[in-house]
């Protein structure tokens, strides 16, 4: 297969289809738990199908069956990681609001760049449920922010210290939320620890800035993707082909 996913899938509970082994689905899902640690453009997907570990169907079954499929032909990707690459860090951001079919709670992807080299990422739901696109790229852009932290931290251990880290969002209203220090009673609902990188902005630690949707690399960890935009964004996480 091309592609993890169809971009129209809508994995649901699915009562309708019949149940499968629940050991053998659990046992796939932990062989490819185990693969996402080096293969981050599968990372959603599996999340995504790990969800219905509890009472699998048919429909989840083919999901992760697609899944391999997808692995078996890419074989050949790798994470290119270069000599003499630069250390500047960049953390982007994404969210795709009310994608989970289920509770319609939106799902963050989080990816973190030392130069060149992806170093970090990762791809979760959000355990509350935003009631717009703003307070959902909101809530991962404080995610991101916590990344751009500790990634400094870690640094400094290497006698490395970074001015600040670019956190790369392509929501006009967070990147304004995050600026303004002035509570809008439309965002009094979202709860205080997501505001902290509006404290980090004004100190200078992060700075969170623009990019457009089709280059938000963090896009690949939230929603299943149309082929072309799938394998651009892969090629933006340094999945090279490996040349033996």
Request: with cysteine.
């Amino acid at each position: 297969m091309k592609t993890l996913m169809s971009s129209d899938t809508k994995l649901t509970k699915d009562e309708e289809c019949e149940l499968v082994e629940s050991t053998k689905y659990r046992g796939m899902i932990g062989n490819l738990l185990y693969l996402m640690e080096s293969r981050p453009d599968i990372m959603f997907s599996v999340c995504l199908c790990a969800r219905f570990q509890k009472a699998p169907k048919t429909s989840h079954l083919e999901g992760v069956k697609r899944i391999f499929r997808y692995i078996k032909g890419t074989t050949h990707l790798r994470l290119w990681y270069p000599k003499g690459t630069g250390i500047e860090t960049v953390v982007y951001a994404e969210s795709d609001h009310a994608g989970d079919y289920i509770d319609r709670k939106s799902t963050s992807g989080i990816c973190t760049f030392v130069g060149c080299c992806l170093t970090s990422w990762f791809s979760k739901k959000q355990t509350a449920l935003a009631i717009s696109t703003t307070e959902a790229e909101y809530v991962s852009a404080g995610k991101a922010c916590q990344q751009a932290l500790w990634m400094k931290k870690a640094l400094i251990d290497y006698d490395v210290r970074l001015d600040d880290v670019p956190i790369m969002c392509d929501n006009k209203g967070a990147i304004d939320l995050s600026k303004n220090s002035v509570q809008h009673s439309r965002t009094k609902h979202i709860k205080i620890r997501h505001h902290f990188i509006r404290d980090n902005v004004q100190k200078g630690h992060v700075s969170i800035e623009k990019v457009t949707s089709v280059d938000n690399i963090a896009d690949i960890l939230t929603k299943p993707l149309k082929r072309e935009s799938f394998n651009h964004l892969r090629l933006g996480l340094g999945m090279m082909e490996y040349i033996p």
